[in-house]
C-alpha cells in the first residue's frame, strides 16, 4: 500500500508522466501488471489467466521491445512453480503463445510491407548501438549522433534508407567493439553504474545535478539492500525479483543508459525500497521493545 502511495507521490514519476511524451509510464503500467499476474499464476486455475498473460505479453512487447527480456522468465517461472504445486500448463502456454503472436503479427506483416523483409516489431537496434559505442563513447548517450540533432546524419539516413542505414550504424559499432573488448568492458562498466547511480550531466546548477544523482543512487542502493534481505530472510517469491532486475537493465549496459530506462521497473524497485524501510522500521521497534 505504501509502495502505491510513493509511487503516486513521488516527483520523479510525476515527472515522467508529465514531461516525457512516449512510452515510459505505459510500460511501468504493463510490465507491473505482468509482474504481478506471473506471480499470482500459480494460485489461478483455467485458461483466462494464460490468456491474459498473452494479451498483456503481446500489448508490452509493441509497446516497447526491451520489456520482451522479461518474458522468456516469467513464463518458466510461472510454469516451473505450477508445475512443482503438480498443475499442468502445456495448453495455457500454447493459448498464451498463439495470442502473444496474433498481437504482434499485424505489426510483422506492416514491417515486411514496408521494409521488403522481415523485421521484428523495431528495426534500430543497430542504430541505437552505434549511439552509444563509438569514438568518442564515454558510456553515456551520444545523442549529437542521432539524425534528429544531426543534420549529416539525417542526409545519410535519407540516401540509404532505414535499414541500410541502420546496419551501417551496427556496422560500425561492432568494429569499435571488437577493435578492443577491454575498453567496451569498461564503458560497460560505466553504463552499469550510470543506469543504477544516474548519468553525469553538466549544467548551470551543479548541485542540483548532485542532489538528483544522489537521490537516484539512493534509491537504488536501497532497493539492492531490500532484495538482499528478502533474500536472506528467505521471502516467497523474492527470485522473480532478482530475474527482474538481471534480465531488463542488461541490453543498457551494451548501449547505453538514460534515466527512464529505469523507469518501468520502479514500481518493483519501490516494492524493495518500502520492504527494507520496514524491516528497519520493525527492528528498531523490537529492540526498543525486547517483550
Known sequence: ??????????????????????????????????????????????????????LLWGIAGLTNTALLSFLPVSGLWSWYHRAKLGKRSLGGVVLATIIFAACITPWLIRNYRTFGQLVFIRSNFGAELRLGNGPGADGTWMDYLHPTKNAAEMRRYRQLGELDYVAERKREALDYIRADYTRFAGLSSRRFIYYWGGLPKPSENPAFEVLRNSLFLASSVLAFWGLGRALRTHKPDVWLFVWLLLSYPLVYYFVFPHPRYRHPIEPELGI?????????????FGHSNPS
Do not use: H, N
Request: hydrophobic share 60%.
Open 1 to 54: 500500500m505504501w509502495t502505491a502511495w510513493t509511487w503516486a507521490l513521488l516527483p520523479s514519476v510525476i515527472f515522467w508522466c508529465t514531461r516525457w511524451v512516449w512510452e515510459t509510464s505505459l510500460a511501468a503500467l504493463l510490465l507491473a501488471v505482468i509482474f504481478w499476474l506471473t506471480l499470482t499464476m500459480v494460485e489461478k486455475d483455467g485458461m483466462q489467466p494464460w490468456l491474459m498473460f498473452g
Open 272 to 284: 524493495l525500497i518500502l520492504y527494507v524501510i520496514s524491516e528497519v522500521q520493525r527492528s528498531r
